[in-house]
């Protein structure tokens, strides 16, 4: 899923990596979130909360397998129920490339367990990174 985000490679790496501004962005339309743990390192945790403004909390969380600084962050991704316990685990691959107007953001997400569960992820990155955008044009 790749998509132009109105910034330099760097700026944007910023936003994914930094806990202040990745919380600014991260989520879906009409949700916020709340970010826990970002230890940007390979082997570290992150974790995030999101909240919708129906009062429904998400949380979701993983470990970074690569970080590569301004290009490449590779992390895990699983889903967290209410008692803290982790549902199935996918791999995020975000590459970040220097493109006319910006950044050249690609994502790819895999090993999903159901279609749908692929669907609705791309449609809450699709949500997410028209927020990241409109953030960084601020």
């Avoid at 970074?64 to 699983?78: H, K, N, Q, S």
């Amino acid at each position: 899923m790749p998509g132009l985000i109105a910034a330099p490679p760097e700026r944007v790496f910023q936003y994914f990596t930094d806990r202040k501004l990745f919380a600014t962005w991260w989520g879906p339309e009409g949700m916020s979130s709340t970010a826990h743990v970002l230890d940007v390192r390979v082997g570290g945790a992150w974790r995030t909360t999101m909240h919708s403004r129906d009062g429904k909390n998400m949380t979701v969380g993983g470990t970074y397998r690569a970080v590569e600084a301004p290009r490449r962050l590779v992390f895990t991704w699983a889903w967290e129920d209410d008692k803290g316990v982790r549902g199935s685990e996918t791999e995020v691959t975000i590459t970040f490339a220097a493109a006319p107007g910006g950044t050249k953001l690609t994502i790819v997400q895999k090993e999903f367990e159901t279609a749908e569960s692929r669907d609705q992820h791309g449609r809450g990155w699709n949500s997410t990174l028209d927020k990241l955008n409109r953030i960084v044009r601020a």
